[in-house]
């Protein structure tokens, strides 16, 4: 089962609030291109702050200021090769921060690759416990490897820590869907829903659920709504293939058949990618 992709956004904070104790940058110029990186990001430029911290690490290529407002700042503008590339590094530099192992698997999961994101992920868990923001990436991660017991354990404990964090309410519902437990992901996903009724997530473990009770009209539904929320979702195509089939349209299932190996293939071509920037062997 894989985890609807929009809900990937939750967990990418400000660049601007990363725990970094302030440095003096080695420059004026430096201290420049910082200024001209938060501007861009101000008025919508996140591409553009990327290149001017580019050209900022290029003169101070050991600041771990400057390397972290990168790392964020390619987050925010959906560049996850960058990201991994910049959090690798700071990984190395700063082995006791909690915040980069974090980010570099939330970068990891933005570029596909969720055996290596749960491993960096859990290095940032032992390094700092007990933050709901990190076990929900885990719990994320870990959905959608199928690990759903492990999931349950991490996305429980994220909630607990935040009750009213609906997205960790909906993973968690996806993981009890995916452990066979129907009544709890429905129930938790139908609070989400009341809360927010386009929420992917919730939508899709919604789907899920009506599939298995044999609903299919109304599974058609919800999975149209979870694919609308989140149209890289691979899962949400798949099932909703069945959905049509299971009612007699064969042209709509054969066509979100396609769509779902389209969108295989494109998760398979950008891990490709990933692996030759990062050799796996520098991962965390």
């Not at 009724?197 to 939508?203: F, I, L, M, P, R």
Request: hydrophobic share 45%.
């Amino acid at each position: 089962m894989t985890r609807p992709a929009c809900a990937l956004a939750i967990v990418v904070a400000s660049w601007a609030a990363v725990d970094v104790a302030s440095q003096t940058a080695a420059s004026s110029s430096v201290r420049e291109l910082m200024q001209t990186a938060r501007g861009q990001m101000q008025r919508g430029d996140p591409a553009g702050a990327v290149e001017s911290l580019r050209t900022a690490r290029t003169l101070a290529p050991n600041s771990e200021e400057v390397l972290a407002a990168l790392a964020q700042v390619a987050l925010a503008a959906r560049m996850p090769l960058v990201a991994i590339t910049t959090l690798d590094g700071l990984t190395r530099l700063c082995p006791g921060v909690a915040q980069y192992p974090y980010l570099l698997g939330v970068a990891l999961m933005q570029a596909g690759d969720m055996a290596a994101a749960i491993e960096s992920l859990q290095q940032a868990d032992r390094l700092e416990p007990e933050r709901a923001l990190t076990l929900l990436a885990l719990g994320l991660a870990l959905n959608n490897r199928k690990h759903y017991d492990e999931a349950r354990g991490a996305l429980r404990h994220a909630v607990d820590l935040e009750p009213e964090n609906i997205d960790g309410l909906a993973a968690l519902a996806e993981a009890e869907a995916g452990a066979g437990d129907l009544t709890r992901a429905e129930e938790h996903s139908r609070r989400v829903l009341g809360q927010s009724s386009t929420h992917g997530t919730a939508n899709f473990v919604m789907g899920l659920v009506l599939m298995r009770r044999e609903r299919y009209a109304e599974a058609r539904d919800a999975l149209g709504a979870a694919i609308a929320a989140a149209p890289d979702s691979a899962a949400a195509y798949y099932q909703l293939s069945l959905a049509y089939a299971r009612l007699g349209d064969d042209a709509n299932a054969r066509r979100h058949v396609e769509l779902y190996q389209q969108k295989l293939r494109e998760a398979e071509e950008r891990i490709k990618s990933l692996r030759s920037v990062v050799p796996r062997e520098r991962r965390p």
